[in-house]
């Protein structure tokens, strides 16, 4: 009787000093899962940094290229029209000037082309960027460097547009004729690159 008695007040005191089990509430798993969702995001945009933020760099010295290629190329017209109004009129034809003419439009033409596929590139490079602080000072180097090739570009074409009739009159219509096509084409894909470096920069800040 009295083991019996015993044995009944040690369960009844280990059963009243044990504590109930907590679970979660509905409230705490939702924040843990916020929180788990925000840990992976930030490391999912400090990943694409990574792989972006380089590549943003590339085609900022691209672009410096390009601008660079541009102002040279000014020069190289200025030289070019200095031949071909210094020519007498009636004089025969001179083969080496008009190849030199032709290669004035092929490297007009490189550029519009080279001005193309960095945009192509630059459109790709837009469409994964995401708000960075860490990327603000690299997309503001390439949206500097696109507008300093627009602007290089500006001048360009207007030299051109100015010299195709002068070139017509020299009795270089076809030439003329591209050299019209090709600055168009250089004038749109530099103005083109602006716009998206602009928007690359707003998405990133």
């Known amino acids: 009787m009295v083991r019996a008695l015993s ?14 089990l907590a679970l979660p509430s509905f409230e705490n798993a939702v924040s843990q899962l ?3 969702v925000k840990s992976l995001r930030a490391a999912s945009v400090k990943a694409l940094s990574a792989d972006i933020g380089p590549q943003l760099d590339s085609l900022s010295w691209d672009l410096q290229r390009s601008a660079q290629d541009a102002s040279r190329m000014r020069d190289d017209l200025r030289l070019l029209m200095t031949r071909v109004n210094t020519r007498a009129p009636g004089a025969p034809a001179d083969q080496t000037l008009t190849w030199d003419v032709q290669r ?18 630059l459109r ?11 990327l603000v000072a690299r997309a503001q180097n390439l ?7 627009k602007s290089m570009t500006n001048w360009l074409v207007f030299d051109v547009r100015f010299d195709t009739m002068d070139l017509n009159r020299a009795g270089y219509t076809f030439e003329s004729m591209d050299l019209d096509r090709y600055s168009r084409d250089v004038d749109q894909s530099a103005q083109d690159l602006q716009n998206e470096a602009d928007r690359l920069l707003a998405k990133v800040r």
């Open 124 to 134: 790709s490079l837009s469409a994964q960027a995401q708000k960075d602080p860490g």
């Open 104 to 121: 004035f439009n092929q490297d007009l033409q490189t550029l519009a082309q080279d001005s193309q596929w960095r945009l192509n590139d």
């Open 143 to 149: 949206d500097n460097a696109a507008r300093a090739l």
């Open 34 to 36: 916020q929180a788990t």
């Open 7 to 20: 044995a009944a007040l040690l369960l009844a005191a280990t059963s009243a000093s044990a504590a109930p």
